[in-house]
């Protein structure tokens, strides 16, 4: 599956983005859906995850409350609605597909992912 993500940019604090990844190449709804981020100088880490059907997500602690995921299968495409955004937010954000089945939401290392989309800048100004 080809996943290419968008919908990044330059916001200040406070305000909201809402990212997106389309899928293309396979049945989209057979994947486990991620969202990574990534900062200059630091490891690619866990944001949020969405189940195959959409009725699972699960979060990292800091983006509760503040991100949402969700999928539209039809349309194949997962979403990353990110509200009251911080400069910490500040990154380059990836979304990924989990090749191999999955049950439940609750996928967050990197390596339970197999494919990969190109990633979209994120900036956060003070």
């Known amino acids: 599956v080809q996943l290419q993500a968008f919908g990044g940019g330059l916001v200040q604090a406070g305000g909201s983005l809402r990212l997106s990844c389309v899928a293309s190449?396979?049945?989209?709804?057979?994947?486990?859906m991620g969202w990574f981020r990534q900062a200059p100088g630091k490891e690619r880490e866990f944001v949020a995850s969405?189940?195959?059907?959409?009725?699972?997500?699960y979060y990292a602690e800091p983006m509760k409350g503040r991100f949402t995921i969700t999928r539209d299968n039809a349309r194949n495409t997962v979403y990353l609605q990110m509200n009251s955004l911080k400069p910490e937010d500040t990154a380059v954000y990836y979304c990924a597909a989990k090749g191999r089945i999955g049950y439940g939401p609750a996928y967050v290392s990197p390596d339970d992912y197999d494919y990969w989309g190109q990633g979209t800048l994120v900036t956060v100004s003070s």
């Open positions: 190449g396979r049945t989209f709804s057979n994947y486990n």
């Open positions: 969405i189940s195959r059907s959409g009725g699972g997500t």
